[in-house]
């Protein structure tokens, strides 16, 4: 069965930092992409960071959090991270790891609708 289970959220203050998680099952590592989004209240979800696994690894972040956040994976763990520092308010959101088995490039892995498995999400709130 396709699992991804996030962990790693909770609540920090402005300036701080977070280290999300994501567990996928075996099958689901073995995807082509795999990427963070984060859905706000009362806005769209909206795209994070992707590591795209069958190029390199090469990684694409949204501009929003280019030079602070880094996506990263272990493959002896099956486990994806995404490291958050200089956090800010702005950041305040539920944060959701996908996997996308097509293949592709930057900027199509920035449309949530290309990721077949997603997990259910980790909440991270940014106190100012």
């Known amino acids: 069965q396709v699992q991804l289970v996030e962990s790693g959220g909770g609540l920090v203050q402005a300036g701080g930092s977070l280290r999300l998680s994501c567990a996928a099952s075996e099958r689901t590592f073995s995807s082509n992409a795999m990427g963070w989004f984060r859905q706000a209240p009362g806005k769209e979800r909206e795209f994070v960071a992707v590591?795209?696994?069958?190029?390199?690894?090469?990684?694409y972040y949204a501009d929003s959090v280019k030079g602070r956040f880094t996506i990263a994976r272990d493959n002896a763990k099956n486990t994806m991270y995404l490291q958050m520092n200089s956090l800010k308010p702005e950041d305040t959101a539920v944060y959701y790891c996908a996997a996308s088995l097509l293949r592709g490039s930057d900027p199509y892995y920035r449309r949530h609708n290309v990721y077949d498995y997603w997990g259910q999400g980790t909440q991270v709130t940014v106190s100012s």
């Open positions: 590591i795209v696994l069958w190029s390199s690894g090469n990684t």
